[in-house]
């Protein structure tokens, strides 16, 4: 299976080419980068930088694009089940790299810029968790 390539700009911003990508049926996460930090446990608040893309390329939210990282927590229910899935048990400092089908994201319905049934990528940089 190939992945979208991703790259980053100087500040650290990613990019993403789905040149020659698969869609893959399930969750992948690709761990582009492993953090030297404390793994991240359920419930925690993490602070990370992101970015999403719909599989088409476009891209949907990006925090670098608004110049500050997020804080939230990582719980099921908070957030879709393919972000707990693929950041709890990672460290601290990590770059993922996530493919997030449907019943992982929002599902079969629209969520603002989000088509209904959308498999979503993102490039999630975690840069604490507490």
């Known amino acids: 299976m190939t ?3 991703i790259t980053r700009d100087a ?3 990613p990019s993403i080419d ?6 893959p049926e399930g969750l992948v ?5 492993a953090g030297a930090g404390p793994v ?8 990370v930088h992101y970015s999403g893309w719909l599989w088409d390329g476009a ?8 110049g500050a990282a997020i804080d939230f ?22 770059q993922l790299l996530l493919v997030v089908p449907p019943e992982s994201g929002y599902g079969f319905r629209p969520m603002g810029p989000i088509p ?3 498999t979503l990528v993102f490039v999630v940089d975690v840069i604490a968790a507490q």
Do not use: C
């Open 116 to 118: 209904a049934g959308s």
């Open 18 to 23: 789905f040149s020659g990508a698969e869609m």
């Open 40 to 47: 991240v446990v359920e419930g925690q608040h993490i602070t």
């Open 29 to 33: 996460v690709e761990v582009l980068n």
């Open 73 to 94: 927590p990582i719980a099921y229910g908070a957030l879709i089940d393919g972000w707990v899935d693929g950041i709890v048990g990672q460290p601290v400092g990590s």
């Open 3 to 5: 992945l979208p390539a």
């Open 11 to 13: 500040a650290g911003a």
């Open 59 to 66: 891209k949907f939210d990006s925090s670098w694009d608004r």
